[in-house]
């Protein structure tokens, strides 16, 4: 199964959680990310935090959604429309899922309240990646409607 991790610029939210679920994925389950008007750049600060925790950060690029190295099963959209974001609409035959979390990159204040921005939206990604991978994701395959019922009920779980 591929899952595509979207949201408009791929430079945050989108890696962090396409290296979370690749870091934690079983075998056969491979997450990308990509943007809707990509930033052309990783935040250095998604990739320190990523390196903190212990992830890979090799080969993250901010990429467009029309240069998938694969075509995605699941489509998880990770922009936060509270704070006035259009969250893209990936089209095609996917089920689609949206887990809003707020944009670390438009954090300000001191270094630490930033960095905290960033640790929250981490948190965020990694338990609702962490509740999806512990759905019995076989079985559930299977059935597309309950899994999009999970997928939805994951995109509410706060740490």
């Known amino acids: 199964m591929n899952v595509l991790f979207l949201c408009t610029g791929n430079s945050c939210r989108s890696i962090l959680g396409e290296a979370t679920f690749n870091h934690l994925a079983p075998e056969g389950w ?3 990310s990509a943007g809707s008007q990509p930033a052309g750049y990783v935040h250095p600060r998604s990739l320190a935090r990523l390196a903190r925790e212990g992830i ?3 080969g993250y690029h901010s ?3 029309d240069k998938l190295p694969a075509t995605p099963d699941i489509v998880i959209t990770v922009c936060a429309s509270a704070a006035g974001e259009t969250c ?3 089209l095609g ?4 899922a949206h887990w809003g979390v707020e944009d670390p990159a438009h954090a300000t204040g001191t270094g630490e309240e930033i960095d905290a921005a960033f640790v929250k939206a981490y948190r965020i990604l990694r338990a609702r990646i962490e509740a999806f991978l512990a759905l019995p994701l076989a079985e559930l395959q299977e059935d597309k409607s ?6 939805d009920r994951i995109g509410n779980i706060l740490p």
């Open 30 to 32: 491979r997450a990308m």
């Open 56 to 58: 890979a950060t090799e």
């Open 63 to 65: 990429k467009s959604w």
């Open 88 to 90: 893209p609409a990936y």
């Open 93 to 96: 035959p996917v089920l689609r």
């Open 146 to 151: 309950k899994l999009k019922a999970e997928l």
